[in-house]
């Protein structure tokens, strides 16, 4: 079974940077696609990027394309999502998804096996 948690977020204002971090323990994490999604209140849960199993693919949300970056360390077992340029409409609680291993990447929330708790993220002046 694999466990995930989130940490890193926090209150930031508007343009600032946080790196949020997801570390996995309990399983095999190198040949795992990743993923990082959000949560609004009030809203559906929503993609924000994701990592293929070796860290050679990335795929990004349009409306944080250019602002975030996503990275896995394998040998750390975890993956980051580095957010610059931080936009109040980026409030909400980011979650890390893990895919079975051999995958593919995904977009899709359902096509994740295991997630974190979830780390919230303020961004107001």
Same mark, same amino acid.
């Given at each position: 079974? #694999?466990?995930?948690?989130?940490?890193?977020?926090?209150?930031?204002?508007?343009?600032?940077?946080?790196?949020? =971090?997801?570390?996995?323990?309990?399983?095999?994490?190198? $040949?795992?696609?990743?993923?990082?999604?959000?949560?609004?209140?009030?809203?559906?849960?929503?993609? #924000?990027?994701?990592? =293929?199993?070796?860290?050679?693919?990335?795929?990004?949300?349009?409306?944080?394309?250019?602002?975030?970056?996503?990275?896995?360390?394998?040998?750390?077992?975890?993956?980051?999502?580095?957010?610059?340029?931080?936009?109040?409409?980026?409030?909400? #609680?980011?979650?890390?998804?893990?895919?079975?291993?051999?995958?593919?990447? =995904? $977009?899709?929330?359902?096509?994740?096996?295991?997630?974190?708790?979830?780390?919230?993220?303020?961004?107001?002046?």
């Amino acid at each position: 079974q #694999v466990q995930l948690v989130e940490s890193g977020g926090g209150l930031v204002q508007p343009g600032g940077s946080l790196r949020l =971090s997801c570390a996995a323990s309990g399983g095999t994490f190198n $040949t795992r696609p990743m993923g990082w999604f959000r949560q609004a209140p009030g809203k559906e849960r929503e993609f #924000v990027a994701a990592i =293929s199993w070796s860290g050679g693919s990335t795929d990004y949300a349009d409306s944080v394309k250019d602002r975030f970056t996503i990275s896995k360390d394998n040998a750390k077992n975890t993956v980051y999502l580095q957010m610059n340029s931080l936009k109040p409409e980026d409030t909400a #609680v980011y979650y890390c998804a893990a895919r079975q291993r051999g995958r593919s990447s =995904s $977009t899709q929330a359902p096509d994740y096996d295991y997630w974190g708790q979830g780390t919230q993220v303020t961004v107001s002046s």
